[in-house]
């Protein structure tokens, strides 16, 4: 798939909008999953293919040199009408190769992916909803507060790095929302889980998403497991990313931190 921008827009400080269109989105169909990512293909400067390029011809042609860099990101919305993909984008100055992209986007500029694909979705029966996560997982929080029940119960715990990177969110839900605040301390990888523990659960069963920087979401998922009683089934636990790593060195080493974290509670 592909397509190209049509818009950008800056959210916050460090979030950035990307609205695309054309190329070939009008084949493109959406899971029913609020968390549906798209794989991302962004080539080096001076790759030697096309813009518009097929992943896995250039990953069997080309050196490793020259392979584009793969990362994964939530749709935000899907207008099937317009066939208008919005992604949004952190960006922490020059720091990775997505967030720059999105950052110097000009309209016209190609986008290469793969997708979408993705299962969370809130359940309708629930008796409540807990969405917990930080900036990265912002898009499918916000996607999933959209399709929340009218008047069910849904707590939310958001982590960002100030007042001015705080989003407006909606909701047909009874909504309990709280952003929690960096400081820039050791402390600040501790803040989601402790809002967590902190929590008065509502009454009832609760399907919850706790996505976002990795170690945070293993502390949180084993105290909902352990300390909560939660089964796997009433929940969606993903690591986006690692605190002091590199895209590329998280990505070497995630399958086996899931795999740990899975084994956290038998």
Not at 134 to 144: G, K, V, Y
Not at 181 to 190: K, P, Q, W, Y
Not at 243 to 261: G, L, P
Request: aromatic residues 6%.
């Amino acid at each position: 798939m592909h397509a190209r921008v049509r818009t950008t827009r800056w959210l916050t400080p460090s979030l950035i909008r990307v609205v695309l269109a054309d190329g070939n989105l009008d084949e493109l169909v959406m899971p029913a999953g609020t968390d549906a990512y798209v794989n991302i293909a962004i080539p080096p400067a001076g790759a030697p293919y096309d813009e518009v390029f097929d992943p896995k011809k250039v990953r069997a042609e080309h050196g490793a040199e020259v392979q584009p860099a793969r990362r994964r990101y939530t749709v935000r919305q899907w207008n099937p009408q317009a066939h208008e993909l919005t992604l949004d984008f952190v960006v922490h100055g020059d720091d990775g190769v997505a967030g720059p992209w999105a950052a110097q986007a000009q309209a016209g500029d190609v986008l290469v992916f793969e997708g979408p694909s993705g299962e969370y979705r809130p359940d309708p029966e629930a008796d409540w909803h807990l969405l917990v996560g930080d900036e990265a997982a912002l898009p499918a929080i916000a996607a999933s507060l959209e399709v929340v029940p009218a008047g069910a119960s849904v707590v939310v715990r958001l982590l960002c790095d100030g007042p001015d990177h705080e989003v407006a969110l909606s909701t047909n839900g009874d909504l309990d929302l709280v952003w929690l605040h960096r400081t820039g301390s050791g402390a600040d990888s501790e803040l989601l889980a402790a809002a967590v523990a902190d929590l008065s659960f509502p009454a009832g069963r609760v399907h919850a998403f706790v996505h976002g920087e990795a170690d945070e979401v293993r502390a949180i998922r084993r105290h909902l497991l352990v300390e909560r009683g939660l089964t796997r089934s009433e929940m969606s636990c993903s690591p986006y990313w690692r605190r002091t790593m590199t895209d590329e060195a998280w990505r070497q080493i995630k399958r086996d931190f899931v795999a740990a974290m899975d084994a956290d509670v038998d």
